[in-house]
């Protein structure tokens, strides 16, 4: 097979994956705007199920209550997941270290069945009526431990790279520990703190199977409803509500993506003058 013909076949295949991929996210956008009952099918272009969705205030209660946990959690899984890779990283091994490490990403492959079994064990038992049962503190506990995992991964593997000769001349002059690591080891890791908010922040909007093993009556997260609502039919107000998240969330990841580039740039040209 000729190197042109070769070209083409990879071509037309990353075509077919991304087409497979985006084209149902580009017919839900366009059946956001149909005037029509039908979630696929499109009568005419309208924006009455846009308006329905800002009447819905069952939906609205539910992206609310997503959003809070998302941002609680994804913050809380980046401080726990980020002391974690830490202490991975900058110290010695020790006795029980692998163990603990191993531990630290275990949420990443047990089954979430399993995690939220025993979250639901835990929030139950009449020993433990404090924690106050199932609910949102409950949803939070569970995201929070399942999304550390992934910030510690991300987190730890950018400690590995930093050029640790700037902590150590900072040390050597006399600065302490505690200001080096804000001053000089939080800014040169602050991209992959963002990405891993950005990261555990989606699981925790997207995760289904934790927060309906783990939810009750006042607090339904958005997935839930859209599942109990897939029982009776949805309507296009669904895909008004999910064009919008694909707007936000392209926003996001266009910016952050855009912040990264400019910080990564900026890093390499004060590389380069101090090489000069």
Request: net charge positive; charged share 15%; glycine share 6%.
């Amino acid at each position: 097979m000729s190197v042109a013909a070769k070209r083409w076949g990879a071509r037309s295949w990353l075509v077919l994956v991304f087409a497979f991929l985006y084209i149902p996210i580009l017919c839900l956008v366009v059946f956001s705007f149909t005037s029509g009952e039908i979630t696929t099918q499109f009568d005419g272009f309208s924006l009455r199920w846009y308006e329905a969705l800002l009447a819905d205030r069952e939906i609205q209660s539910a992206v609310w209550l997503s959003l809070r946990i998302g941002a609680m959690a994804a913050t809380a899984a980046v401080v726990v997941g980020s002391a974690a890779a830490f202490v991975l990283t900058r110290y010695r091994p020790y006795f029980g270290s692998s163990f603990f490490a191993g531990m630290t990403t275990a949420p990443m492959v047990m089954p979430e069945v399993v995690t939220g079994l025993s979250l639901v064990l835990l929030f139950t038992h009449p020993a433990l009526s404090f924690l106050g049962g199932r609910g949102a503190l409950a949803i939070w506990a569970a995201h929070t431990t399942l999304c550390a995992a992934y910030a510690a991964v991300l987190v730890q593997s950018r400690l590995r790279e930093v050029d640790r000769s700037l902590e150590e001349a900072a040390l050597d002059l006399g600065c302490p520990p505690f200001k080096v690591f804000f001053i000089i080891t939080v800014p040169v890791i602050a991209p992959a703190l963002i990405s891993a908010w950005l990261l555990t922040f989606t699981l925790s909007m997207d995760d289904f199977v934790l927060a309906a093993m783990l939810s009750d009556p006042g607090s339904t997260t958005l997935p839930v409803l859209i599942f109990a609502r897939l029982h009776h039919g949805l309507k296009p107000e669904i895909n008004a509500l999910a064009t919008i998240i694909v707007v936000v969330v392209s926003i996001a990841v266009l910016t952050a993506n855009h912040m990264m580039m400019s910080s990564q740039r900026a890093r390499m040209r004060a590389r380069e003058l101090a090489q000069c």
